[in-house]
């Protein structure tokens, strides 16, 4: 649950993050003052549809935007207590791979397909941790491997990513980004090119090795099911917005904002008396067109007045649950905004 | 070679679609690859066949094939008793305007450059000629799956995703097929987009009595599609049930370990544990016996052995398993 704690156990905080994107067709504010924490052997899942803003929010944190156009705006990202907003790029570099490392959805985009795997794997081994000597970097890599569960990895460690599955490149990617030991690991939809039966195997292996090693993690999905399986909390966000956040059984029980109620109903495919899936009508919302109102105002079913004016506070329904949504508010009869999101 | 799934014929009416025994192999270096293997279905006029299945079990294969745009190295498929690569000229027209298909990816499948009733339209021009095109059907058609008739004078990239599935339905539908093959029809749509497509295919098929083939791999999207569904894994049927038997009393491990890795999870006991070991084979050595038994939780020695035959397991409900 995300409730205070010692300031040491915190890995990571994000305060008010607001990224855009400068487009041919106007400014697209992908991400809108978007705050959270993250505690050491925390896994927190970020689910949102597409442009909801969750991979940028990830992609934010270790500064890895397409430039120029991406930027951060506004907010802070403190990593192990240093602002990585303000950092140098020099200083990000020593940082990814070793301290914060990203698994992405394609494995074969990940892996230079020329060279070996082995050959991969030692390279942040060498670059960090400033190893090189050759038997020492291979024995390393092997290991790395074998860690994953990949068979006969002394073998395996001169193939080529062409010659292994998918299941099996993500399991190397997944090798390559422990291989440094992080603190943080970022997932951004680490299983949704595979197969469903590959998938539970690997999202098994993340969650086996996040315990093992102690890391926390962030888990970028836009599937329910796959987050309801790995992480302790969830943030759900729309439209470059967290809408409502808390502990994994809690949004399960009790979804309080309208977006994540009906996203419950999807995954469950629940269908109305005339046996129609239940449907959230409207299309996403345009993110280069976004106003002050709440994003979901257009297709929300108990939407108000000054849900189309306003973006509401958040407010804490319980301790860790927290949503933003002005139907809710009146509903729980509170009227006084949370003053720190966390 | 004997055919090992023969196909369960409801005495009326006759398949619209029907494969029997149909076998495609590839020649691939290093030996010949078997993408789909002796698979024999009927589909009925008006009924929803689900087909479910992994990457690489021949998914998209079997569909080109249904389509005609790949002929089966052995084995027939016909259309309402015809051997569709024997049809002459009229009957080859009529075949392709009976039979239609809507694809996954909205975005690679409309022409950029065509405005969307062009887009939509062009079926109907090819198969009828200009002339007989009455007024109205392209405001009908883009009414029926629910686009404002101003849509019409749009290029697709005005569009969303969903939006865009809609147009490919209203072309796939525009010639008033008998039979619409739909590949992974809401894979690429976000969460929220997908349950109104399926509820606007769903109600086509209401209104039109149109027939479908789903292939898809979310379970969920298919036992709320189909009447009838199949679960394929390399290249061949493995097991076949009306859609709430096979959701209820699944018979076959592989069909078992799908539906464990679909299900909505509990939250407060998350699964993972999967029965399945590693991946798919490479389907260019197949395994011997049954095709299952190198991933397969419960296979004994007669699985290397022998290939189970797909038999009865209850009335309607077939599977490939000597423990099904």
């Known amino acids: 649950m995300m409730t205070t704690s010692a300031e040491s156990s915190r890995v990571l905080e994000v305060r008010n993050l607001y990224t855009s994107f400068r487009t041919r067709r106007g400014v697209a504010r992908s991400v809108n003052g978007v705050s959270f924490v993250l505690e050491r052997g925390r896994t927190l899942g970020i689910v949102g549809e597409s442009g909801s803003g969750k991979s940028v929010t990830l992609m934010s944190i270790v500064r890895l935007l397409a430039t120029p156009a991406g930027r951060i705006e506004n907010g802070e990202v403190l990593f192990e207590g240093k602002n990585l907003v303000t950092s140098s790029e020099t200083e990000m570099r020593h940082i990814r791979g070793s301290k914060i490392s990203v698994i992405t959805q394609d494995p074969m985009t990940s892996l230079n397909p020329v060279y070996t795997i082995g050959n991969q794997l030692e390279e942040p081994i060498r670059q960090h941790q400033r190893i090189r000597v050759r038997d020492t970097l291979r024995r390393l890599a092997v290991g790395a491997l074998q860690s994953v569960g990949i068979p006969a990895p002394e073998d395996r460690v001169s193939s080529y990513p062409h010659q292994m599955s998918g299941g099996q490149r993500q399991r190397v990617v997944t090798a390559m980004a422990l291989a440094c030991r992080p603190s943080l690991i970022l997932c951004d939809e680490p299983t949704t090119a595979l197969d469903v039966t590959v998938q539970l195997q690997i999202l098994k292996l993340l969650r086996d090795l996040q315990k093992e090693h102690g890391m926390a993690m962030i888990m970028v999905s836009h599937d329910l099911s796959v987050i309801a399986r790995v992480c302790d909390d969830v943030a759900v966000m729309y439209a470059g917005r967290i809408v409502e956040k808390a502990s994994v059984s809690r949004l399960f029980e009790k979804p309080a904002h309208p977006y994540t109620r009906a996203l419950m109903r999807s995954l469950n495919a629940e269908t109305d008396a005339s046996g129609r899936l239940y449907a959230i009508e409207g299309q996403p919302p345009n993110v280069r067109n976004i106003g002050n109102g709440c994003p979901f105002a257009p297709r929300c079913q108990s939407v108000r007045s000054e849900c189309r004016e306003h973006f509401p506070h958040e407010i804490a329904l319980s301790p860790g649950h927290t949503t933003s949504c002005w139907a809710v508010m009146e509903e729980a009869g509170i009227t006084a905004p949370v003053r720190k999101s966390v | ?324």
């Open chain 2, 1 to 324: 070679m004997t055919t090992r799934q023969e196909s369960v014929t409801p005495a009326t009416p006759p398949p619209l679609l029907r494969l029997e025994g149909v076998t495609k192999k590839y020649p691939v270096r290093g030996g010949v690859l078997t993408a789909v293997d002796r698979v024999s279905i009927d589909i009925a006029p008006g009924k929803v066949l689900g087909v479910v299945g992994e990457s690489g079990c021949g998914k998209t294969t079997l569909s080109r094939m249904m389509l005609r745009m790949t002929e089966p190295t052995s084995g027939a498929v016909q259309f309402k008793g015809d051997d569709i690569w024997a049809l002459d000229g009229g009957k080859q027209k009529l075949f392709r305007k009976s039979v239609s298909a809507v694809f996954q990816d909205p975005y690679s499948s409309l022409n950029p450059r065509h405005r969307i009733d062009k887009a939509i339209m062009e079926p109907v021009l090819v198969n009828a000629g200009k002339g007989s095109v009455t007024g109205g059907l392209l405001e009908h058609l883009l009414t029926s799956v629910g686009l404002p008739i101003t849509a019409a004078k749009l290029y697709p990239h005005e569009f969303s995703g969903g939006q865009r599935q809609r147009i490919a339905i209203a072309r796939a539908i525009s010639t008033q097929p008998e039979l619409v093959l739909l590949d992974e029809p809401v894979s690429a749509l976000d969460v929220s987009i997908r349950a109104q497509v399926l509820n606007l295919l769903k109600d086509l098929q209401h209104d039109t009595g149109v027939s479908y083939v789903f292939i898809a791999h979310d379970l969920s999207a298919v036992r709320y599609m189909s009447d009838e569904i199949i679960v394929v894994y390399l290249g061949a049927i493995v097991e076949r049930a009306s859609a709430n038997k096979l959701y209820q009393t699944p018979r076959h491990p592989y069909t078992k370990a799908l539906l464990e890795a679909s299900l909505p999870p509990d939250p407060r006991n998350p699964s993972l544990t999967t029965q399945l070991r590693g991946d798919l084979p490479n389907p260019i050595n197949a395994p011997s016996g049954c095709r299952f038994r190198t991933r397969c939780p419960i296979a004994a020695k007669i699985c290397a052995d022998s290939e189970p035959e797909f038999r009865e397991v209850g009335s309607g409900h077939r599977a490939a398993c000597h423990f099904a």
